[in-house]
């Protein structure tokens, strides 16, 4: 069955970085994207990135853009979101997704 299971989490001040990763299993990784998403405490889930396979582009939310980067190790059927100038709005918790499947997420937490 698909699993996705995402780590690298943390605390982080602002200004901070940080790598996500998501390994995934139970499908062709290779020719699909997968997506990134967040949830902040109180809110609905909201898009962050998607990851494009070998023959598409990435893309990200506005909020993001420019500070966030995707990328992806076919060999290692796993998706990486590097964060960098982190901000306390970017406070939530990252789950990556192929389809309907979510996987457990992964907490990042901003603050001073």
């Known amino acids: 069955q698909v699993q996705l299971v995402e780590s690298g989490g943390g605390l982080v001040q602002p200004g901070g970085s940080l790598r996500l990763s998501c390994a995934a299993s139970?499908?062709?990784?290779?020719?699909?994207?997968i997506a990134w998403y967040r949830q902040a405490p109180g809110k609905q889930r909201q898009f962050v990135a998607r990851?494009?396979?070998?023959?598409?582009?990435?893309t990200y939310a506005a909020s993001v853009k420019g500070r966030f980067t995707g990328s992806r190790d076919d060999a290692k059927n796993t998706v990486y979101l590097q964060m960098n100038s982190l901000k306390p709005e970017d406070t939530g918790v990252y789950y990556c997704?192929?389809?309907?499947?979510w996987g457990q997420g992964t907490q990042v937490t901003v603050s001073s």
């Open positions: 997704v192929w389809g309907n499947d």
């Open positions: 139970g499908f062709t990784f290779s020719i699909y994207s």
């Open positions: 990851i494009g396979n070998a023959g598409s582009d990435s």
